[in-house]
């Protein structure tokens, strides 16, 4: 990491608002990855709610090997570090998903929705697909009380993992994307004629994550997964899923408590994912 810039308005307002928790902001100029740094300090013992967020990232990741890339300052950028009990570990990706899109609402004034399983997409008008607005990345380290010579062993509801969570935002982009993104990719300048301050965003964004992360502690799961639900692009689509292993279409009917996406196929059966990449297909 290079030179730190100020945060200090964001650890101010949230010293003392919903987003306490997170009131340990540390904003940096440019780092390869703000998930690596992070995932090093929880290593390092470092206590939950540390935010770090960057103006740029030269070794952005997003799921499945994937780079996550934007221009400098053109984006909010940030990993939160987390240390919920086993049981709520999946619901974390989820918290993040909906404090971020109600944060883009009040900041930014339109609604986005979320794809399962990580995006904030901006929905197409019928003969466009749905545009990547954010993606999330969510890493666990789990405790070594997990792990036995013989294999995985499930870790106790009880026990706590090290989660970090990143999030990278498009706020400001160019107007003409390169073509590459210009299909798939939107920034919050494209959608509204709002200034969006990036800090700004930062506060509401924790803020919101503060109490929904608060009651998944507490092993409320519901209010989350409602609120998921109400901004879902996924539930009620046709869609294709690749797992990895096997490539299957259906139609995205609901999750289920631990965040996992249902879908009924069009063998007619009704199969249960827990991770996966989909497309989102369009009707007809």
């Known amino acids: ?53 960057a103006d740029h990232q030269t070794a952005g990741r997003g799921r499945a090997g994937r780079t996550w890339t934007a221009p400098p300052g053109a984006g909010l950028l940030l990993s939160v570090l987390l240390r919920p009990p086993a049981a709520v570990v999946d619901l974390c990706t989820v918290a993040v998903a909906v404090a971020a899109a109600d944060a883009v609402e009040q900041v930014a004034g339109f609604s986005p929705r979320l794809k399962w399983p990580n995006d904030l997409v901006w929905p197409g008008d019928g003969s466009a697909a749905d545009r990547k607005l954010a993606g999330i990345l969510a890493e666990a380290d789990w405790p070594a009380s997990s792990s036995i010579s013989a294999g995985w062993k499930p870790p106790a509801d009880h026990d706590r993992a090290a989660v970090v969570v990143g999030i990278g935002l498009n706020v400001q982009w160019p107007a003409d994307l390169p073509e590459d993104l210009a299909d798939i990719a939107v920034a919050m300048n494209h959608v509204t004629d709002a200034t969006v301050d990036r800090e700004d965003l930062l506060i509401a964004l924790l803020s919101e994550l503060g109490p929904r992360y608060q009651a998944l502690l507490a092993r409320d799961r519901s209010t989350l997964l409602d609120a998921w639900r109400s901004r879902s692009a996924t539930l009620g689509r046709r869609i294709r899923i690749d797992t990895g292993a096997d490539e299957v279409e259906g139609t995205a009917v609901d999750i289920t408590d631990d965040g996992h996406l249902v879908v009924d196929t069009l063998e007619g059966t009704r199969r249960t994912f827990a991770v996966g990449d989909i497309v989102h297909l369009r009707p007809g």
């Open 1 to 53: 990491m290079v030179t730190c810039v100020p945060g200090q308005r964001a650890r101010t307002a949230l010293a003392e608002g919903p987003g306490s928790r997170f009131a340990d902001v540390r904003w940096v100029a440019e780092t390869d990855s703000t998930n690596v740094d992070m995932m090093e300090l929880a290593r390092q013992g470092e206590p939950e709610g540390i935010v770090l967020v």
